[in-house]
């Protein structure tokens, strides 16, 4: 016989026990500060996979190079688009050979950083926890693009602005010839140091992401900003005329205000 039917006339029933209900996926799931899928590996078979990736890396660039070395005949005349009405010389034996190397190596570089961004994300990714996996693919496909973005504008504003400038400088009392290899040193150097100054909005937006650096205080520096900039500008760019300067520096703040919004906006949210 069941308990309710010993129990006295008038007496009330108890209460059912409660029904426990399992936790749900999203309850039991690790937070934003859990590893994801965490697996723990020695020493010696991290560095064997470092020394793996890194082999990869090397190996799709040097494959890169060679493909471009192919073709580096069109990419030196490409290069030389800039340069209108400049007659080069070779003024060493081997001198273009060399040159053909070194347009090849960068532009292999260029093409394989797909890859060898992937092989860097591939170590780096089991490490972090799930908030910082969320910042990295934004940052990688904001830093490729404002890469191509840095590139594209010393190609077209920074290489023919210095060129004109230096052109008309002393035009009327030297006749410009010049050596093929300094002139590609001069437009491969600008191009690589305008693509990675543009990282800066990338490299602000990481540290604001992290909370190390609040747009607040970004924006308070923006004085010293400006000095850097011009600094920067005078480094990276191998010439010395001013309206080059004045390009990367001008393109360095306008830069870092982007950053500063998009830290902003991290914060926000």
């Given at each position: 016989?069941?308990?309710?039917?010993?129990?006295?006339?008038g007496?009330?029933?108890?209460?059912?026990?409660?029904?426990?209900?399992?936790?749900?996926?999203?309850?039991?799931?690790?937070?934003?500060?859990?590893?994801?899928?965490?697996?723990?590996?020695?020493?010696?078979?991290?560095?064997?996979?470092?020394?793996?990736?890194?082999?990869?890396?090397?190996?799709?660039?040097?494959?890169?190079?060679?493909?471009?070395?192919?073709?580096?005949?069109p990419?030196v005349?490409l290069l030389?688009?800039?340069?209108?009405?400049?007659?080069?010389?070779?003024?060493?034996?081997?001198?273009?050979?060399?040159?053909?190397?070194?347009?090849?190596?960068?532009?292999?570089?260029?093409?394989?950083?797909p890859?060898?961004?992937?092989?860097?994300?591939?170590?780096?990714l089991?490490?972090?926890?799930?908030?910082?996996?969320?910042?990295?693919?934004?940052?990688?496909?904001?830093?490729?693009?404002?890469?191509?973005?840095?590139?594209?504008?010393?190609?077209?504003?920074?290489?023919?602005?210095?060129?004109?400038?230096?052109?008309?400088?002393?035009?009327?009392?030297?006749?410009?010839?010049?050596?093929?290899?300094?002139?590609?040193?001069?437009?491969?150097?600008?191009?690589?140091?305008?693509?990675?100054?543009?990282?800066?909005?990338?490299?602000q937006?990481?540290?604001?992401?992290?909370?190390?650096?609040?747009?607040?205080?970004?924006?308070?520096?923006?004085?010293?900003?400006?000095?850097?900039?011009?600094?920067?500008?005078?480094?990276?760019?191998?010439?010395?005329?001013?309206?080059?300067?004045?390009?990367?520096?001008?393109a360095?703040?306008?830069?870092?205000?982007?950053?500063?919004g998009?830290?902003?906006?991290?914060?926000r949210?």
């Open positions: 016989m069941s308990e309710p039917d010993t129990l006295p006339a007496t009330p029933l108890p209460p059912p026990p409660p029904i426990r209900v399992p936790a749900s996926n999203a309850a039991a799931s690790p937070g934003d500060d859990q590893f994801p899928g965490e697996v723990e590996m020695p020493l010696v078979d991290h560095l064997e996979e470092l020394r793996r990736r890194i082999l990869r890396s090397l190996l799709a660039v040097v494959i890169a190079a060679a493909g471009c070395l192919l073709l580096v005949r990419l005349r030389e688009v800039p340069a209108r009405g400049i007659h080069f010389l070779q003024l060493a034996p081997g001198e273009f050979l060399f040159v053909s190397l070194k347009v090849a190596g960068y532009a292999g570089l260029t093409l394989a950083l890859y060898v961004l992937y092989e860097g994300l591939a170590f780096v089991p490490g972090l926890t799930r908030r910082e996996q969320r910042l990295v693919a934004p940052a990688v496909g904001g830093s490729a693009v404002l890469f191509l973005v840095g590139l594209a504008f010393a190609w077209w504003a920074l290489v023919p602005a210095a060129l004109s400038f230096l052109v008309s400088y002393g035009a009327d009392v030297v006749e410009p010839l010049w050596s093929i290899e300094r002139y590609l040193d001069f437009v491969l150097l600008l191009m690589v140091a305008t693509a990675l100054a543009f990282q800066l909005p990338v490299l937006l990481l540290l604001a992401a992290l909370g190390l650096v609040s747009a607040q205080t970004m924006l308070g520096a923006w004085r010293f900003v400006v000095l850097a900039s011009a600094l920067a500008g005078a480094v990276l760019t191998p010439s010395t005329d001013p309206i080059t300067m004045l390009l990367l520096s001008g360095i703040t306008a830069l870092y205000l982007v950053g500063v998009l830290a902003r906006l991290v914060q949210r």
